[in-house]
Structure formats: structure tokens, C-alpha cells
């Protein structure tokens, strides 16, 4: 029987699986970690319950959103009333106007002078910087989002590529425009936004779920702790995978006849044997990704916190979100047993940050989390470090040609395709990875679907 290997078991992956089983097909798939659901799994701390980092469900297909009911046993969290906050000059607010708007008033003068000025003359633009300074005036940009943006990136937003803002900011010009009934600006949208969805038990449980699901129906093997380490190609087609057992290092072969990637792209082409043309390793070698930490704590059950979400827009503190998940998953966190809480810190995998041992950050999470949201430290019942390689491609200038060079030479393969969020080194949703994934199965049962990284004001997949 011919045998599809899924390289990595998160949204994009599980849902090729599933299409392919649900087809009859054999499918064999791998991921390095020793749980199903790539950067959207979830864990279990003195009760509560975890996602390492949050994670919403916007699906824009039907067929995408009743696959997830399908498995989500437990129902959605409703949605919170306290939805979101952020950190600013020391203190919360519910807003960004908010948080602008509370600071003294010769500053906000300020900012307000710095905007009308860029709006009147803006720049040209050429990087993530240029784009922000225009739509928010360089006061606000330079005190306000510089901080946090920084944070995410770990590079100065000089070299980032404007096309990730491009696609969320909204133009004050065109604001302004509508307010004096002078229209400008995209027509509204035709239909209704699509509200925002979370299990109940969080995403991990709905992964986990499908993961039993794919199993029992006797077409699929999962391979966890297993790490794709070369891919042996001939004649343009991938004749074998190559993993390696993370326990043991021992190293398996498995004959296969099509393989849809999701890793992230780097290592993808690192992993073709024979290995790939100059330029495309050169390309490849120019990606980068930031990785994550996230410390996770129980606090007590009477602790009143602020918020579901608290965006932080400040350098004075590392953290750059805190997210209670009680908020979010409803039931997930029951409250005899604690407020569950994650502080997510970006870092590189080899700097001093991610090298701190879990007793460093816990002291470091609870000083900022008291700072932050006025919380004692000894309200902490529990403490657990997840530690993510690869959680978000870096999209420095440039990164479009480098990941089209890529592509191009991918494409030349007749059996392989690469999809997801690290596979198209791109931003979504665990709702688009999933619709990747489902179409990337159907080219693979006969179909014709062009999947293709996001642009400025494109779909992931066409």
C-alpha cells in the first residue's frame, strides 16, 4: 500500500493525516517532541490546564471548523468579559488609545503633534519601521510599540519587512476620512467576522483527540520523539525518510511514497539527500526564527486577576504577553484549584535567556507578574518552563525571495510539498494550518490545489 509520510504533528500535519486516512491511505507521521500538536499542545499542571501560549480558531471554511467540532468533546469557552488589557508606563489599561491617552498631557501632545506631522509628511516604506512611524507618528512608535515589537523580533524593526504589519494596521488618513463622511479606504467586508473559538480543555485535548482518532481507524502510525534527520531523494521524487529517535539516537528508514512537510523550512532543505543547489542552501541558511519560553503558574484560587490577556508595551520588564487561561478555556482551569497563568518570553536558543535554568525563571516570571498585575509572589502554588525551538519565523527584509528560491526548488519535486506555519515560513492561524493541511492531502489523492505563503492582503491558501 503506497505510504505518505507528515513531517511534524501540529495543526497542519494532523489534519493531512486525517484527510488521507479518511481516504484509505497509509500515513505515516513524525514529530521530534513526545506529544502531538506542535506549538498549539498543551500540558497539565496541579490541575490546570495549559497551552504553550495562547492560541485562538478562526476558520473561514466550513469543512476546517467542523472538523474541530468534530473532536472538541467538551465544548468552546464562552468569551470573556475582560477579554484584554495592556502594560504602558506603568500601569494597565484596557486600550491603546487608553494607555496613550493617561499620560501626562504634555506628552500626549506630543505624540499627538509627532502623528499629524508624519501623516502630512510620511516616509517611504522600505522596512517594518518606516510603516509603523507613518501610521502611528514616531512618539507613539518610538515609546509605544518599538518596545514590545523588539521584544517578538529580537532585531531592530529597521530590518523587518513591512509586510506583517501591513496586513493588521489601519490607516488613521482613512479613519479620519470616514469620520468627516469623505469615505477612502477597503470596502467593509461582504460577510460577517468570523468569531474566534477555544476548547474548553484547551487545544491540546482536541489534538490529542484526533491523534486517537487517526489510530484507531488503522491507516495511521504515529512517530513521536522521532526527528526527521534526511530526506533520500532520486529522480526527483523522495524514495525514503530518514528519523532519529531523540531517547536513543537510533536512526530508522522508511520507504515512502509521497511526504508533506510542515517543519520548519530550513531544515527541510537541510535534510535533502543529495543535497540541494547553492543558491537554495544559501537561501535557507538566511532564515531565522525566534524561539520561546513560556513559564507557566498556578496561582491561588482567590487571586482577582486583571485579565484574560495582558499585552505588555513596555522594556522595563522581558515579558511580552501574560495570558490567564481560566479566562480562555472556561473550565480547563477549575477554580478550587488555581488561576492558571503563562508569561511568554521570545528569545534565541543561544542566548542567556533561554539558557537560565527553571528555578532562575520562576523568580523572574513572579517579580515581573507582581509588577505587572500587582500579584504576590507567594500566591504561586506551581511553576512549569516549556522551552520552544522555532516557535516564529523572523521575516527580515528580504526573507520573500530568499523563501521563494525555496519554493521554486521544492516545486521541483514530484512527491513532496511543504505547508503549514514554519513550512511557508509564514504567520496564520491554527485554522489556516489545518486548511494547508487538508489540501495538501487532496493533491496528494489527485487533486490540484496551489498552496502558497501570505503576502500583503493575500489568503494563505488559493
Not at 471548523?65 to 464562552?78: E, N, Q, T, V
Not at 531523494?233 to 528519523?243: C, E, F, L, Y
Not at 477554580?335 to 532562575?360: N, Q, T
Not at 520573500?400 to 516545486?411: E, P, Q
Amino acid at each position: 500500500m503506497a505510504v505518505t509520510a507528515v513531517l511534524g504533528a501540529g495543526p497542519a500535519g494532523l489534519a493531512a493525516a486525517w484527510e488521507l486516512s479518511a481516504a484509505g491511505r497509509s500515513v505515516a507521521l513524525f514529530d521530534r517532541e513526545g506529544a502531538v500538536g506542535g506549538l498549539c499542545r498543551s500540558f497539565d499542571l496541579e490541575g490546570c490546564v495549559f497551552d504553550v501560549g495562547p492560541h485562538l480558531f478562526k476558520p473561514r471554511r466550513a469543512e476546517v471548523g467542523a472538523l474541530w467540532d468534530r473532536f472538541c468533546d467538551d465544548g468552546y469557552a464562552p468569551a470573556g468579559e475582560d477579554a484584554a488589557c495592556l502594560y504602558f508606563g506603568g500601569g494597565l489599561h484596557r486600550s491603546n488609545a487608553d494607555a496613550i491617552l493617561d499620560q501626562p498631557w504634555r506628552r500626549v501632545i506630543k505624540m499627538g503633534g509627532a502623528l499629524a506631522a508624519r501623516l502630512l509628511r510620511p516616509l517611504r516604506v522600505a522596512s517594518a519601521e518606516d510603516l509603523l512611524r507613518n501610521l502611528r507618528g514616531d512618539a507613539i512608535y518610538r515609546d509605544f510599540y518599538r518596545p514590545r515589537e523588539e521584544k517578538f523580533w529580537g532585531d531592530s524593526l529597521t530590518r523587518i519587512d513591512p509586510s506583517f504589519y501591513a496586513t493588521q494596521a489601519v490607516d488613521p488618513r482613512v479613519v479620519i476620512a470616514r469620520r468627516l463622511g469623505l469615505g477612502g479606504g477597503a470596502a467593509p467586508r461582504a460577510e460577517p467576522e468570523v468569531p474566534a473559538r477555544y476548547p474548553k480543555s484547551g487545544a491540546g485535548r482536541l489534538y490529542g483527540r484526533l491523534a486517537e482518532a487517526l489510530t484507531a481507524s488503522g491507516f495511521a502510525r504515529i512517530c513521536l520523539d522521532a526527528e526527521v534527520v534526511r530526506l533520500v531523494h532520486a529522480g526527483g521524487r523522495v524514495r525514503a525518510v530518514i528519523s532519529r529517535d531523540t531517547r536513543t539516537g537510533e536512526e530508522h528508514e522508511h520507504a515512502v511514497d509521497d511526504v508533506i512537510s510542515t517543519i520548519p523550512l530550513k531544515a527541510l532543505v537541510r535534510s535533502l539527500q543529495p543535497g540541494l543547489s547553492g543558491p537554495v542552501l544559501d537561501a535557507a541558511a538566511r532564515l531565522r526564527h525566534r524561539d520561546l519560553v513560556t513559564v507557566n503558574l498556578v496561582l491561588s484560587p482567590e487571586v482577582d486577576f486583571p485579565a484574560d490577556r495582558i499585552d505588555v508595551f513596555s522594556d522595563d520588564v522581558e515579558v511580552y504577553r501574560v495570558t490567564r487561561f481560566r479566562g480562555l478555556a472556561g473550565t480547563s482551569g477549575r477554580a478550587e484549584r488555581g488561576v492558571p497563568v503563562c508569561l511568554e518570553y521570545y528569545c534565541f536558543a543561544d542566548d542567556a535567556s533561554w539558557r537560565r535554568d527553571d528555578a532562575s525563571w520562576g523568580v523572574v516570571a513572579r517579580h515581573e507578574l507582581e509588577q505587572i498585575a500587582g500579584v504576590d509572589a507567594s500566591r504561586v502554588l506551581a511553576s512549569s518552563v516549556q522551552r520552544l525551538r522555532e516557535a516564529c519565523p523572523i521575516q527580515q527584509r528580504g526573507y520573500r525571495g530568499w523563501v521563494a528560491v525555496i519554493l521554486d526548488a521544492l516545486a521541483g519535486f514530484e512527491n513532496l510539498q511543504s505547508v503549514g506555519r514554519n513550512g511557508l515560513f509564514s504567520y496564520n492561524q491554527m485554522s489556516h494550518s489545518m486548511e494547508c493541511g487538508l489540501l495538501a492531502a487532496r493533491n496528494v489523492l489527485g487533486e490540484d490545489h496551489r498552496i502558497v505563503p501570505p503576502g500583503a492582503g493575500e489568503s494563505v491558501v488559493f
